[in-house]
């Protein structure tokens, strides 16, 4: 079982960054692929980031890569989502999420996740 807990978001003009962090419980940090998800209002939560167990693999939205970078502390059982040149349409809650893989795989598919925080809003004004 991970719990995890996001933090880190907040209201911020357009252009302007933000840094989401996710820190989770347990020992087997290290053997969980994380992700970053999305939900806009009436819309369908969606993939934004996901990183491999040891952080050697990582892999983006369209709409978010050049932008956003998903990084982790395995010491911590922490991670990050630096997200920066956010727009209006970056407006969601955002949710990290973790599950177990071997290897140095990543995951973008929101079904394969096990385990899930409580999301963070972030609301980007224009």
């Known amino acids: 079982q991970v719990q995890l807990v996001e933090s880190g978001g907040g209201l911020v003009q357009a252009g302007g960054s933000l840094r989401l962090s996710c820190a989770a419980s347990g020992r087997t940090f290290s053997r969980n692929i994380m992700g970053w998800f999305r939900q806009a209002p009436g819309k369908e939560r969606e993939f934004v980031a996901t990183i491999s167990r040891y952080g050697n693999s990582a892999d983006y939205a369209d709409s978010v890569k050049g932008r956003f970078t998903i990084s982790r502390d395995n010491a911590k059982n922490t991670v990050y989502l630096q997200m920066n040149d956010l727009k209006p349409e970056d407006t969601a809650v955002y949710y990290c999420?973790?599950?177990?893989?071997?290897?140095?795989?990543?995951?973008?598919?929101?079904?394969?996740?096990?385990?899930w925080g409580q999301g963070t809003q972030v609301t980007v004004s224009s």
């Open positions: 999420a973790a599950v177990q893989a071997t290897g140095w795989a990543i995951q973008r598919e929101i079904y394969q996740y096990d385990f």
